[in-house]
């Protein structure tokens, strides 16, 4: 019935791959109204399950085709329609979101809400529309669907803050919905003005009329520092970091992982995206350095912060604040250089890693708060021998954040001051390495004195083995992303960036 | 002429707006932001965006006026009320002022003529069945977009219940809200909902029916329908909700996974995932347009409402019909 | 004829502005809820009936002017009911001593 205006791309298996991993995690929704939470649990995991072999078999596509995949959504093409695409970098994060969320579901799945039967029933709807809110965010090639996308993530990921049903988590939950709100008003002006400009809302359709224009005009300016502002609000970037460590750390320890392991990832590709994808290169040089700025901001700072709390989660939570930051430092290495590849990829490991081993860390810290029965940084002595895995497992996240080899932090330390130093960026070189010390302060002040012989014979509240598990495997995860190759990686390359008639074929 | 108009609706939009910000206490304040809720309709009525209107009126003004309304009177009986400071303000207002000087500037700038895809939209509307191209956008051209927004007032829907305190041995959302009012229902206002009812459901069916061709649409259809329930409430026409009722929660989900049946079938009867099948897209589009204004409406109903309260199943009155 | 049914438009609008600016000033003006209540209520079922009045000549179709004339008569009960709540609501207060203004 369609008259597309660009060539449908054939049907493959892919393509309607990229449509279940959005739609299906939703009927994670029914047993919240019909069944039990034991069949809702069952049902998430089954579905979190689909999705990482869902998100596996679009990267393999990806990878084998050496193109990137696409579907246009009722077969209208875009600018009319709206287009799902996942190219190289879409495709990695689907997997690495897929696997992160799947660890959660087994972390969570004997633990949460022992005493609160409130929360198992909302847990699992909300990990779902989460899966869904990312995989759109990750896939969708349309500027007004990745705002519903990122409406879809706040609404799932506000109420995971305030589950326990504390006073203080509702305040947190306040703030970060009202940061969240305030990022959505001003992505979706950004979006207005850019419809204005060019009469379509697709990214590739955009990126080539900006790409061909002499002189990029003053909106496209302001729609790309308003969006840019709106996504930093959302991922709790330097200036506006305030909202998360409460919210964060307040979380139940598998939302707190999720949280900060995947969610703020979102809006953080989304920058990149922006910036990398759309702007013309010329803007994105010159706003590369601004925007780097703020990274910078947020390494030192709430690498600072992250040093001075007295509470392992907060600790853990400002470290997320901090660690971010390495994502802006990317964007002028990234934008309009010969060797941008290397950053890019640099940039992409950095995502990855940070998210495998700040969820197992949250994870350790949630295990070492129930086998305490609280999380305070002067009392952690002698849990070394108490919960030798869960520390293993902290420790380890702990060395990809310093970067100590072999770590996918460290990969992606060294690919990112080699392309700073490439461009000789010495300023970014020193940012980078003075966040490497502030890291090691940080998670060093934990593994120190958990290791020591504890003051007096600690009460242990026994924990689960197979949950600690579940935080080695993902530290592990972390562990092995040192190995890949130091060079810029071909499969972050496929189909970016384009027009539509190269990504179809 | 209307050019005088048009100036004294854009101040009194301000004059309004400068209310909602400055009013003394909360309650002030939502009734300043329901009022600049209908100015607002009459700028986009000005500017021929009828849609928009009736959706500012229906959602940005009532029905988010309404549960801004709960939330203020719950704010009265809180303890302590944060306001921001002055210096918050005015850097608020700073902003503001900004971002708002700099779109105006941009908007102004915008080429012309302007791209647009109204004139796609017209080319491919025939291709619906449908004759109103907003409702052609909504359903069609950009339907995952509308499905996926039905999904995120069913979130909030979820979060909202998700506040409702813990509760042993029955479902964690089981009871009853809180009444919308404790004052016993005045014979005006029973009166006001018998007389309302038939006319607010002869609305809520010609919104959705006529929205296929003229403006208005389910979203609109879905307010008024929220509206009626509420109305009926407050008059103790109806008996408030018992929140694990399979029924309800058939209700609530019905428009998004219609919507959603509907695109998965778009494998099988056409082309793709929201692909419509050919011939009968406009009894198809019809059919999901309904279940999303029943939807609409009673989760909007039940926003309003909010989470089980503590003790709601044993209130007297909560089943008087 | 179109000039008359101007001039009758006129002339009702101009009535119908005059009741609507009256209920403004009682609303502003009057000492208590329940006399400004009163007034504005009265005053704008008024001035709306000399409105629409004034605009079914205008109304181009019978099913127009029928589709006013329903308007018309909806907010006539809606407004009246809807005094009729305020009031008691107003009274409530004040037997509490809860009033404002």
């Given at each position: 019935m369609s008259l597309p205006m660009i060539a449908a791309p054939p049907p493959t298996l892919a393509g309607a791959l990229l449509v279940l991993v959005v739609v299906l995690p939703l009927l994670g929704f029914l047993p919240f109204f019909f069944l039990g939470a034991r069949i809702a649990e069952r049902l998430a995991l089954g579905l979190l399950a689909l999705g990482l072999i869902g998100a596996l078999a679009i990267a393999a596509e990806v990878s084998g085709s050496g193109a990137a995949v696409a579907y246009f959504i009722g077969g209208w093409a875009p600018p009319l329609g709206v287009a799902l695409r996942a190219d190289g970098f879409s495709a990695l994060m689907l997997a690495m979101t897929a696997a992160a969320l799947l660890a959660t579901g087994l972390f969570a799945m004997t633990g949460i809400g022992a005493a609160r039967p409130r929360m198992p029933p909302v847990f699992w709807p909300l990990v779902l529309a989460a899966a869904c809110a990312l995989n759109l965010a990750f896939t969708a090639e349309d500027l007004f669907t990745l705002f519903v996308a990122l409406e879809l993530l706040t609404f799932a990921a506000v109420p995971l803050v305030c589950l326990d049903g504390r006073p203080a988590q509702y305040e947190a939950a306040l703030r970060y919905l009202l940061y969240a709100l305030f990022g959505s008003a001003l992505y979706l002006l950004g979006v207005v003005l850019i419809y204005g400009l060019?009469?379509?809302?697709?990214?590739?359709?955009?990126?080539?009329?900006?790409?061909?224009?002499?002189?990029?005009?003053?909106?496209?300016?302001?729609?790309?520092?308003?969006?840019?502002?709106?996504?930093?609000?959302?991922?709790?970037?330097?200036?506006?970091?305030?909202?998360?460590?409460?919210?964060?750390?307040?979380?139940?320890?598998?939302?707190?992982?999720?949280?900060?392991?995947?969610?703020i990832k979102a809006p953080l590709f989304l920058l990149l995206r922006l910036w990398l994808d759309l702007a013309p290169q010329t803007l994105a040089f010159a706003a590369g350095p601004l925007i780097a700025a703020c990274g910078a901001g947020a390494i030192l700072l709430c690498g600072l912060f992250a040093l001075g709390q007295k509470r392992l989660k907060l600790m853990i939570a400002y470290s997320t604040a901090a660690q971010i930051g390495y994502l802006c430092l990317v964007v002028p290495l990234a934008a309009g250089a010969a060797d941008g590849g290397l950053a890019l990829t640099a940039g992409a490991i950095h995502l990855v890693s940070h998210a495998f081993s700040k969820a197992a860390m949250f994870m350790a810290a949630g295990l070492i708060y129930e086998a305490l029965g609280h999380?305070?940084?002067?009392?952690?002595?002698?849990?070394?021998?108490?919960?030798?895995?869960?520390?293993f497992a902290f420790a380890l996240g702990g060395a990809s954040l310093m970067g100590l080899p072999p770590s996918g932090g460290f990969t992606a330390k060294v690919m990112l001051l080699t392309a700073a130093v490439g461009q000789q960026a010495w300023w970014i070189v020193a940012v980078v390495m003075a966040g490497g010390l502030l890291a090691a302060g940080y998670v060093l002040k934990v593994i120190v004195p958990a290791l020591q012989a504890p003051d007096r014979p600690l009460e242990i509240t026994p924990v689960s083995r197979g949950r600690e598990m579940v935080a080695l495997a993902l530290a592990l995860g972390a562990v092995a992303l040192g190995f890949l190759p130091l060079e810029p990686s071909p499969f972050l390359a496929i189909g970016r960036p384009g027009a539509w008639a190269e990504a179809v074929q | 002429m209307s050019l005088f108009f048009d100036a004294a609706l854009i101040l009194l939009a301000i004059v309004v707006a400068l209310k909602v910000v400055t009013g003394r206490d909360p309650l002030t304040d939502v009734i300043a932001f329901i009022a600049y809720g209908i100015v607002l309709t009459l700028v986009w009525v000005r500017l021929a965006?009828?849609?928009?209107?009736?959706?500012?009126?229906?959602?940005?003004?009532?029905?988010?006026?309404?549960?801004?309304?709960?939330?203020?009177?719950?704010?009265?009986?809180?303890?302590?009320?944060?306001?921001?400071?002055?210096?918050?303000?005015?850097?608020?207002?700073?902003?503001?002022?900004?971002?708002?000087?700099?779109?105006?500037?941009?908007?102004?700038?915008?080429?012309?003529?302007?791209?647009?895809l109204a004139l796609a939209v017209a080319e491919h509307l025939p291709a619906t069945g449908l004759g109103n191209p907003i409702t052609g956008v909504l359903i069609v051209f950009r339907a995952l977009d509308t499905l996926l927004e039905t999904v995120v007032l069913l979130l909030a829907l979820v979060g909202i219940w998700a506040l409702a305190p813990d509760r042993t041995g029955a479902r964690a959302w089981s009871g009853t809200p809180a009444p919308l009012s404790g004052m016993t229902p005045s014979g005006a206002q029973v009166l006001l909902a018998q007389l309302l009812l038939p006319v607010g459901l002869l609305v809520t069916v010609y919104q959705f029916w006529a929205g296929a061709n003229v403006p208005a649409g389910a979203f609109q259809g879905g307010a008024v329908l929220g509206a009626m329930w509420v109305l009926l409430l407050l008059a103790r026409l109806a008996p408030l909700p018992r929140l694990e009722q399979p029924g309800l929660a058939v209700l609530v989900l019905a428009g998004p996974f219609a919507f959603l049946a509907t695109g998965l079938a778009g494998w099988v009867w056409a082309g793709g995932f929201l692909d419509y099948p050919e011939g009968i897209e406009k009894p198809v589009i019809i059919v999901v347009e309904a279940a999303i204004v029943v939807s609409i409406g009673v989760t909007l109903g039940l926003l309003v409402l909010g989470p089980a309260g503590p003790q709601a199943a044993d209130r007297p009155g909560a089943d008087a019909s | 004829m179109s000039l008359?049914?101007?001039?009758?438009?006129?002339?009702?609008?101009?009535?119908?502005?005059?009741?609507?600016?009256?209920?403004?000033?009682?609303?502003?003006?009057?000492?208590?809820?329940?006399?400004?209540?009163?007034?504005?209520?009265?005053?704008?079922?008024?001035?709306?009936?000399?409105?629409?009045?004034?605009?079914?000549p205008q109304a181009g179709s019978v099913l127009a002017a029928v589709k006013m004339l329903l308007i018309w008569l909806l907010l006539q009960v809606a407004a009246g009911t809807v005094a009729q709540i305020l009031a008691e609501y107003a009274q409530a207060l004040g037997r509490s001593g809860g009033g404002r203004r």
């Open positions: 060019y009469g379509t809302l697709d990214i590739l359709l955009i990126a080539g009329r900006v790409a061909v224009e002499a002189r990029s005009p003053p909106a496209l300016m302001l729609a790309l520092a308003l969006m840019s502002v709106g996504l930093m609000a959302k991922a709790a970037l330097f200036p506006f970091y305030l909202w998360l460590p409460p919210a964060h750390a307040g979380a139940p320890a598998a939302a707190s992982a999720m949280l900060s392991a995947v969610v999380d305070r940084m002067d009392g952690l002595r002698g849990v070394g021998r108490a919960l030798p895995v869960s520390l | 965006a009828v849609d928009v209107a009736l959706t500012e009126v229906a959602v940005g003004s009532g029905a988010t006026g309404l549960v801004l309304l709960r939330a203020a009177g719950a704010a009265a009986t809180a303890k302590q009320e944060a306001r921001p400071g002055r210096v918050t303000k005015g850097l608020a207002a700073l902003v503001s002022l900004v971002v708002f000087l700099l779109l105006a500037a941009a908007v102004l700038a915008w080429p012309k003529p302007q791209p647009s | 008359a049914a101007d001039i009758f438009t006129v002339l009702c609008l101009l009535a119908g502005l005059v009741f609507f600016a009256a209920g403004s000033i009682g609303l502003i003006r009057l000492p208590d809820p329940l006399s400004r209540l009163h007034g504005l209520t009265k005053a704008d079922n008024v001035g709306l009936f000399f409105v629409v009045l004034g605009l079914l």
